[in-house]
């Protein structure tokens, strides 16, 4: 690892944080952390929480009883006191956030509630560390963003991708300008979800073809009626999220305009036809198309491809493309190539070796905490971030800006596909402040 040149990095940016603050939490304080939802992706985070000796877990917060059932036994089998549930309605969790003297709260709900349950956690004084999907519309991210400012509580959407370890060791060599200048990046989210989306209420996962809140478990409760209703990225920070980080957008760059395509729509009702000939679910007119490809320009000059594909049957890949005037790096063919330093010209070498060779120092460091936890560790990554930026009473590395960046992409795909592939303005969430902020994410080792 070349450490003077990452020093150097990390001390010019860091030079440029203001918002740290000195009052920190005393020593011996545990942060007060309540759940609202406590669904397959909350229960995830639970675990994380009790893994730690900084958080306590004062109460959770869902509408079903087999969610906080399953919670229960989590604290049980941490040998953890019980927390404080709160249930009986949607609007639940406003009596949590009232009562519980929370420092902060972990949204983990279905996303049509994210919007107002944020909004209403920062109103009453908490950081909300929210999962992804900020908001529906364009307006209610920008509702966010004012509540933020407003309030001056911190809002994070728990973007664990952008923890993954080779987006953080492309991030590393980014950095180290090994790719030379940035050109063009493409990502996504390239998931075959057809057994998330239907399932037969008993699993999460498959085993029958049912979607609802009636007949189905975990997400095919509601995220696939966003799939019968919306055309769009309905899923788009995963992919964003890195793509956001490495090419700085919000602090000296920023996206410009954007412009959507979808495909038409088969592969659901494909699917159900295929497994269970005559099923009603194979006559729905699903709207959101099989593949949705976003373009988008940056005002620094490099273009960004965002695909949602989430309907086929496909290996799982995000497909990231980093590509720059020295080299290029794509993850679905394990493939990198550095010119004047790749083992053979027009040749790729193999990327897994370099990602060993230039692991950021943060995973170096943490990687042995991580291990054990979801996907491949970076969830570990992204919740301790959280949890030192709410410790330490400071805005997150991903802060409401990066995380309305990232979410507003769903709105605005959907409208640019209802206008005839128009091409949109990007909102400046920021209102020119991207020109001179300074990123502090993953500046060094310090886990944040
Ligand atoms: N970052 C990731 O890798 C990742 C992975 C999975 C899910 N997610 C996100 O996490 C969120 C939750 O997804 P999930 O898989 O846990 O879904 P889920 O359906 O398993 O859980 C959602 C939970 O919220 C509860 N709920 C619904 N309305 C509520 C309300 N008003 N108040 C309190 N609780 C309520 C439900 O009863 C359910 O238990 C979504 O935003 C999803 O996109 C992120």
Known sequence: MDRRSFLKTGSIAAAGIGLASNNLFAQDKKIRLGFIGVGLRGRNHVNLALRRDDVEVVAICDTQEEPLASCRKQFQKADKALPKEYTGGLDAYKKMIDKEKLDAVIIATPWQFHKQQSID????????????????????????????????????????????RDVMAILHMIRQKLFGELVHFEGGYQHDLREVLFNDGKQPYGGGYEYGPEKSMSEAQWRTQFNIDQDGDLYPTHGIGP?????????????????AFSSKARGLADYIEKNAPGHPNAKINYKNGDVTTTLMNTSNGETVLLSHDVHLPRPYSLGFRVQGTDGIWMD??????????????????????????????????????????????????????????????????????????????TPLSTQSLAEGNKSLEFPDFTEGKWKTRKSTFALDDSGY
């Open 121 to 164: 956690a920062m109103k009453a004084g908490l950081y909300v560390g929210c999962e992804v999907i900020a908001g529906a519309t364009v307006e209610d991210h920008w509702e966010i963003v004012k509540t933020s400012e407003k309030t001056k509580m911190p809002y994070m959407t728990l973007e664990n991708v952008i923890y993954r």
């Open 332 to 409: 679905v063919n394990n493939g990198i190539y550095i010119e004047g330093q790749a083992a053979k010209g027009h040749a790729w070498d193999r990327a897994d070796e370099w990602l060993k060779k230039y692991d950021h120092p943060l995973w170096a460091k943490y990687a042995s905490d991580a291990a054990g936890a979801g996907h491949g560790g970076m969830d570990w990554y992204v919740f301790n971030a959280f949890i030192i930026a709410v410790r330490d009473k400071k805005q997150p590395p991903i802060d409401v800006y990066d995380s309305v960046t990232m979410s507003v992409i």
């Open 243 to 259: 793509i956001m980080k490495w090419a700085d957008i919000n602090h000296g760059n920023r996206f410009t305009n954007l412009v």
